[in-house]
C-alpha cells in the first residue's frame, strides 16, 4: 500500500509571530521561508496582507525566490459584513498578494457569529462563500474554520453547513481550527469525521488540521486528526504562536516520519535538517532555545543517571527512542553527581581518549576533587571540555588572565547612581594588557573590559555573547559566606555552550567562568 | 456514576532531579514535599536512598513533618544479582527509609535483562519477586516496570511475567513505565489494556502509568492509559526530567480535574494552587519559567492579536479553553503587561486590608511597576510584606542606607588571593555610622560590614543567618548587561523567609535584598 502524503502546511511566519516576544522582520520571514522550503514543506503561510506593509512587501520579494515545490499562500479573512467580495479591502488584498493559494479563515461557532461579529447566521455563510468564490477565481483557496471544534459542540448542524458554505464556493481543503486549543484528542478523531462525512458531496475536498497547544495535547490531537482522515497539518516550528503556542510541527514531522505507519512527509527527504531548522527559528525570533523540546532539544538526547549511562554505552536504544542522527541531534552525556564513572569515561571518550586508561584516571580524579568543592559540570560542557585538554596537554592557552580589580558602589541611595568599574591585566604571547571598563554590575564589567582588549586581536570573539548568567551558593548552609557557583551561557551563530567557576568570592568564580566562555570560542574558532 | 479516583504520584524529587541544571538541596526536598502535600498529591517519591546522603536525610527528616493524606515512597531497584534481598544495600536502604511505601523498579525488556543485566530471564524474575516480597514485609510496594511498552512489544508473554513475579510476590500497583518516551498513544492504550488482561488473577493489583515526554505526547499517553484502566499518573511538576522530561503532572491534573469527565484527582481539592506551585518549583529547581507552559505559564492566558483581544473583551471563552482562575492563573492583555492581579489582591487581603480599595488599587499598581523591572515575588514574601508596609504607613525604617563601596579582585592569577571589601554608611536614629569589613566575596562583606554595624544596636539579629543566595538575569538577551534579580533565603529560630532585590547591577541588587532581610527580621522581633 502507498503511504498516504501528509502536506506540511507552515504558520510561524503568521500565526507564529503572534506569540508573546516575538517580531519578524522582512529579512527574518524571507530567511525562514527559504529554510522551510529547504526541508521540503508543503506550504508556507506567509502573513496578514491587510494587516501591515511588511507582510504586503514579503509577498512581493517572496515570488522572486525560487521555493522548489513549496506553495506560499496568503491569510486573511473573510469579507466586512455590508461589502461586496470585490470590494472589500481584505479580499484585494489578498488578491494583490498574487500567491498560487490564499487561506481564507471564517467563522464557525454560532455564539461568535452572532455575538462578536454580530452578524446573522446566514449572513454568515454568505460571507463565506462569496469570499471563498471571489478568490477562488484567481488562487487555490483553503478555509480555516475558526474554533472548528468548540462551533461543532454548539452546534453541529451550522458548523457543517459553514464547511459547505466554503466548498460549494470552489475551496479545495477545509482546515479544521482548535483555535482555543482545548479540545481532547479522541473529541478532535470524532469531529474530524463528522466533518469528512458531512462534506461527502464534494469528494474532491480534503481537510487539515489547526491545532493549539493549550492542553498540552497538540501534537497528539494533530496526529489522531491525520488518522481519522485529514491530510494537511498546520503548525509552526518550535510551537511558537500566542498563548501556548500552536502544535510544534518538528514533533509532528518526527511523529509522522518516524513513528506512524502509512504516512510519508517532506516528499520523503531527511529530516536531518530539523535540529538546525529549530535553532535558526530561535535565533532569528531572538528566543531561549527550550533544552527539553523532543527531537530537537539540547536535552533531547542527554543523559545523567548513573544507571542510564551505563546502559546506553552498551547499547543506544536502551534509553534512546530514535537515533538522535535521524533528526540532526547528538546524545550528550552530562556529567553531574549522580552519574559517576561512566559518564565522565563517554565524556572524555568523544576527545579520543579511548585507549589511554591512565589519562581517563587523572581526569576522572581532577572531577571528583572539583565536584567536592562545588564544582558541576552538567551544565557547563565548554569548560569540561576545557579541563579534558588541559589534563590531555592540548590546552592552548590563548590569552593569561593575570589580575583583576573591580569597583562598584552606589553614591547616594538612589539606585540610579549605581555604578561599576573593572580594570584587568592579561598577557597574550609575550605582551601584557592593562585595561579599564565600566558595566552595568561588575561582571558585565569584568566582561567589557576583557573584550575590550581581546576582540581586535581575535575577531571571531565578536560573533559571541552571553546569553544567561546563573549564581546558586553551593553549601546552602551559610548563606553568603558559602561557596559560589557561577554558570554562564554563551551563544555564537551555532552553538551555545556553558562554563562555571567556583569560587567563595561571586566575582572571582565569574571571572573564571568568563575566562573558560571566551577560551572555549577561541579553541572553537582556531 | 462516582468518579473514579485517579492518583497523582509526584516524582519530582527523584526522577526530576535528573532533569539537565536540576538540584535540589535538603532544605530544597523538604520545602518541595510540603508544597506537594498541601495540594493534595496522593504519593511523593522522594528519592533513592542508596545513591546518596541527602536522600538518606530526607527521609530521615520527612517523617518529621505532617502530609496529611499524602503518602512517601522510597525509590529503589530490584537485588543486585547473586545476593539475597535481606543482603543487598539497595535492598536495606529502602527498609532503612522507613517510609510507608516503597518503589521498585525492574527490568521489563528482555533485551535489558540479557544484554544490560546480564542475567537470564529467570534471574531477572527471581530478582523482581524476591525484592518485592523482601519490601513487602515492612511496606507497600509500587512496582515500577522500566520500559514495559518497549519490553511488550518485544516479547510480549516475557513483559507479563515480569509483572506477574511483583504481583504474586505482594506488589500493589504496577507502574506501567514509557521510559524512552517514544510510543504513540494508541500504543500506550493497547498495551495498558494488554497488561490488565494479563493480571486478571490478581484482582487487587492496580495499575499507573509513567511516562516521558521524548515525542511530545506525554500528556496524551498519560490519559491515553488512563482511559484503558490505569488509576495512578507518575510525573513530575512542570514535567522537569531527564531529556525531555517526565510528563508534566499540572498538565495532567487540570486535564484530567477540567477537561475529562469520569475522574476525580487530588481529593477534589481546588486547583487554584497549581500556578504558584509550578513558579515556587522552577525557583527552587533555579530554573528558567516556562512562558508557554499550558494551564500555568504566563503567557498561557495571554491575548496579542487584535482579533483576539477584541473578542476576549465582548466575552472571555472566545479565546480561552478554561477560566484562568481556575488554576490560579491570570489572563494577560499584551500591550498593557498587566500580570498577577487576583494573586496581588489575595495576598495583600492577607494583611487586613480586605476594606480598603484605595489602598489595594496602590499597591497593585506598584506591583505592576516592580514586576515591569523583573521583580517577582513568589519566593520573597519578606519584600513582599514590608512592600505593602510602606504604602499601607506602617512600615517603621529601623535604619536607612546612605551608600556603600565594595571592591573586589585578586592580587595574582592564584584564587587563594582573591579578595573582597566593602563601605558602608547607614543611620540609625539621628546618628550616622561608617564602617568596613571584609568578606568571601562582596556580597558576604556588604552583610558583614551591616551586621558589625547593626548587631550591637539589635540583637535579635544574631539569631538571624543567610541561608541561601540565588542570582538569575531577568531578561536573557543580553547577559551580563541585563537585569539582574537576586534572591536571598534568610532564617532564625523559627521561619525561614526570602527577599528580593532588582538592578542591573548585581551589587546593587544584593544590597536590596540584604536591607529587606535585615529590615524584616527587625519588624518581626519588634
Redesign the interface.
Known amino acids: 500500500m502507498n503511504a498516504q502524503h501528509i502536506q506540511i502546511y507552515d504558520t510561524t511566519l503568521r500565526d507564529g509571530s ?4 516575538v517580531s519578524f522582520s522582512l529579512a527574518d520571514k524571507l530567511n525562514i521561508a527559504e529554510r522551510l522550503a529547504e526541508i521540503g514543506v508543503d506550504f508556507i503561510e506567509g502573513g496578514y496582507p491587510l494587516s501591515n506593509e511588511k507582510d504586503v512587501a514579503f509577498f512581493r520579494e517572496i515570488r522572486q525566490r525560487d521555493l522548489g515545490g513549496t506553495q506560499v499562500s496568503a491569510f486573511g ?1 473573510t469579507r466586512r459584513r455590508d461589502f461586496k467580495a470585490a470590494d472589500d479591502p481584505g479580499m484585494l488584498s489578498l488578491v494583490n498578494a498574487k500567491t498560487p493559494f490564499v487561506t481564507l479563515v471564517g467563522k464557525t461557532w454560532d ?2 457569529v452572532t ?2 461579529l454580530r452578524v446573522s447566521l446566514d449572513e454568515n455563510l454568505a460571507m463565506i462563500g462569496e469570499s471563498a468564490e471571489f478568490l477562488a477565481q484567481n488562487a487555490n483557496v483553503i478555509y480555516d474554520a475558526e ?1 472548528f471544534f468548540d462551533g461543532y459542540t454548539a452546534n453541529p448542524e451550522y458548523a457543517i453547513q459553514t464547511l459547505r458554505a466554503a466548498a460549494a464556493a470552489g475551496a479545495q481543503c477545509m482546515a479544521l481550527c482548535d ?4 479540545t ?3 473529541r478532535i478523531a470524532e469531529v474530524t469525521r463528522a466533518a469528512i462525512d458531512g462534506l461527502q458531496e464534494y469528494p474532491q475536498v480534503t481537510f487539515g488540521i489547526h491545532c493549539h ?5 497538540a ?3 494533530s ?2 486528526s491525520v ?1 481519522a482522515g485529514a491530510t494537511q497539518v498546520q503548525g509552526t516550528i518550535n ?1 511558537i504562536g ?4 500552536n502544535v ?1 510541527l518538528i ?1 509532528v514531522i ?2 509522522l516520519a518516524l ?2 505507519t502509512g504516512y510519508s512527509v517532506l516528499g520523503g527527504r531527511s529530516l536531518q535538517p530539523l535540529t538546525e531548522l529549530s535553532r535558526f527559528v530561535y535565533e532569528t525570533a ?1 528566543l ?1 532555545w ?6 530537537v ?9 548513573g ?2 549511562v ?2 546506553i554505552n ?2 543506544s ?6 537515533d538522535p542522527a535521524l533528526v540532526g541531534n547528538e546524545r550528550r552525556i ?1 556529567v ?3 552519574s559517576g564513572r561512566a559518564n565522565i569515561v563517554a565524556v572524555a571518550n568523544k576527545h579520543g581518549i579511548d585507549d589511554d586508561p591512565e589519562l581517563q584516571k587523572k581526569i576522572l580524579a581532577e572531577v571528583v576533587r572539583l565536584e567536592n568543592r562545588g564544582y ?1 559540570f ?2 557547563a560542557g565548554a569548560s569540561f571540555n576545557l579541563l579534558i585538554k588541559r589534563i590531555a596537554g592540548t590546552f592552548v592557552e590563548h590569552f ?14 538612589d ?1 540610579e547612581a ?3 568599574e573593572a ?1 584587568i591585566k592579561i598577557r597574550v604571547g609575550d605582551d601584557f594588557y592593562f585595561d579599564a571598563a565600566e ?6 564589567a569584568l ?1 567589557s573590559a576583557l573584550r575590550k582588549t581581546l576582540d581586535p586581536m581575535f575577531p571571531c570573539l565578536k560573533e559571541m ?9 553551593v553549601d ?7 561557596g ?1 557557583r557561577v554558570n ?1 551561557e ?1 551563544r555564537d551563530g551555532d552553538e551555545t555552550w556553558g562554563t562555571i567557576g567556583v ?6 568564580a565569574s ?2 567562568a568568563l575566562i573558560d566562555a571566551i577560551e572555549y570560542k577561541l579553541h572553537k574558532s582556531n
Chains 1, 2 share one sequence.
Open positions: 503572534q506569540g508573546e516576544g479573512m455564539y461568535h455575538e462578536v474554533h483555535t482555543n486549543g482545548g481532547l484528542p479522541e497547544n493549550d492542553s498540552e495535547l501534537v497528539a490531537n496526529l489522531a488518522d510551537g500566542e498563548r501556548c503556542g510544534d514533533a518526527a511523529n513513528k506512524k531572538n531561549q527550550r533544552g527539553g523540546q523532543p527531537f532539544g539540547q536535552s533531547a538526547f542527554a543523559h545523567k543517571g544507571m542510564h551505563h546502559a552498551k547499547a536504544q536502551t534509553y534512546e527512542h530514535i552530562l553531574s553527581e549522580l558541576q552538567e551544565n593569561h588572565p593575570i589580575k583583576y580589580r573591580i569597583e562598584a558602589g552606589n553614591v547616594t541611595s539606585s549605581a555604578f561599576a580594570i558595566g552595568h554590575g561588575p561582571v558585565n566582561d555573547k552571553l546569553v544567561d548568567y546563573k549564581v546558586r551558593v546552602t548552609g551559610a548563606g553568603t559566606a558559602s559560589t554562564i554563551s569560587s567563595d568570592n561571586i566575582i572571582e571571572w573564571h
